[in-house]
Structure formats: C-alpha cells, structure tokens
C-alpha cells in the first residue's frame, strides 16, 4: 500500500494532544482503504500543544497539500477562533472538530460531534426523545451534544460542570436556541435521569477522579461515555458493576467518520 503514497497524496490529520490514544487514524485509514482512496489521502496522527496550536493553524494555510484534519481536545474552542469560516453548526456550538483547507488555503470549520453522539446512540438502539438527561461537561464537545441532545428532542437536561460559571453560560445559549427543553445547572433532589453522558476528558488516565460520583451513578439508568480510550473507562465499570446499562465512546467516532472524511473532500 505504501506504493499508493505520491507526491499527489493528501494529508488529513488529527490533531490533539496527547494524540497516541487517538482511534480515528486507523478507522479513517481503513475506511478510506475500503473507498478505494487510500493514497489519495492518508490520515496521520499530529500531536500539537495548546501554546503551539495557533501558529501550527497558521502554517497548514500554507501547506498546499492539506486536505483536512479532526481536531480533538483540548483545541477544539480556540480552532473556531482561528480559522477563516464556520458553519453553522459550529457558529452555534461555539467549537470545531473539524476542519478542511480549500485551494485558496482558506481553512472552514464544522462541528460534528453531537450529531456523532446522537447517532451513536440511535446506532445502539436509543432514542433522546423524551428523555431526561445529565450531562457533565461544557468544552466543545459538551456543548455540541448539549445543542443535538436538544435539537432530538430530550424533556430535560441538566448540565454539570467543574467550573460551574462555564455550565451557566452554556445553559442560556442551549434555551435560548431550544426554548421547550428544560435546561438546568442544578441536580435537583429525587432525580432520575435516563442517561448521563460524560463529556469531559476525566477518564483518559488512571488516576483521573470519577466525572459522575458512584451515589449519582444509582439515578441513571444508562451510563454513556465520550472518552474513546480506553474504551471501559472507571466510570464504565462503576456502573456496570452497578448494573446499569453502559455505552462506550467509540459509536460517537464510529459514526462520525464518514461525515468527517466527506467534509474534508475524501469522498
């Protein structure tokens, strides 16, 4: 396969740091494998830190032969920052995962994680509609499945976060776009909630601390992740040895990809 690398290749990338638990190299590589495109792009691994991120941005502009890259935490609030274009689905969230270089180097931004995350669940037989729901975080990915958990119809949503000032500014913006969801920042006492979802990066390592306390576990009945790798993280365990039902990070990407590659011109 190597052969099928030219000077005509385009190079996508994902870009996140720390990058080496990344999955979306290979399952994009795979996929572009089975379209038949691989070697008229290949999909690489680029770790960038926070301080160096808007100069790395700066200089794909001149990189002729960037076709696109997925961006991953913790870049994607500043790219919506940095870039020349947003749609509308990240003019509204706020962030970008993803971004594509047109010929004239102009880079456009999309956001595509919270219809990934929907899908995901949809993809595992769940429906949001009517729902009741948790959701803890307020980054960028937070926020765009906070807008399509809403856009899909759940009852409620309460939005939890460590800072507590970011998940009251996310509340007003999801309201405001989505006046008949109940939108609240406060568990309130006797809740139940027919999914919790753990947006934030807490599980990544070892020693992270758990995002959703194991007494809070006991009032969801389906306990879903972000956090792709690894894949069974502590809160995952938790509460299946609860006994809830659980789902993994890995159907958001999954379902992701190939709206991702098709945004970023390898269709």
């Known amino acids: 396969m190597l052969a099928s690398i030219t000077g005509n290749t385009k190079i996508l990338g994902v870009i996140a740091d720390p990058v080496s638990q990344a999955r979306t190299p290979a399952m994009a590589n795979a996929l572009l494998g089975e379209s038949g495109l691989w070697g008229a792009f290949i999909m690489l691994p680029m770790q960038v830190s926070a301080q160096g991120f808007p100069a790395f941005i700066a200089g794909l502009r001149a990189l002729k032969n960037f076709g696109g890259a997925v961006v991953s935490m913790p870049h994607k609030v500043i790219a919506a920052h940095l870039v020349d274009e947003l749609t509308p689905e990240a003019r509204l969230v706020g962030a970008v995962n993803v971004i594509r270089r047109n010929g004239d180097g102009r880079l456009i931004g999309t956001m595509l994680d919270g219809e990934g995350f929907v899908a995901g ?139 991702m590659l098709a945004f970023m011109g390898a269709e």
Do not use: W
């Not at 975080?137 to 119809?153: P, Q, R």
């Not at 601390?209 to 972000?226: S, Y």
């Open 121 to 259: 669940l949809a993809g595992a037989g769940y429906s949001v509609k009517g729902t009741h729901i948790l959701l803890v975080g307020a980054g960028g990915a937070a926020s765009a499945i906070a807008f399509a958990l809403a856009k899909h119809g759940c009852a409620s949503l309460c939005i939890q976060n460590r800072t507590p000032e970011r998940a009251s500014a996310l509340s007003p913006r999801v309201c405001h776009a989505y006046p008949q969801v109940d939108i609240s920042t406060e568990v309130r006492s006797n809740c139940h909630y027919d999914v919790a979802i753990n947006a934030t990066s807490l599980g990544m390592k070892p020693n992270d601390e758990l995002p959703i306390a194991k007494p809070m576990i006991r009032h969801c009945d389906l306990v879903a992740e972000c956090v792709i790798a690894p894949e069974m993280t502590p809160l995952l365990q938790k509460a299946s040895g609860q006994g809830k039902a659980i789902h993994t990070g890995v159907p958001m990407l999954a379902a992701q990809m190939h709206l």
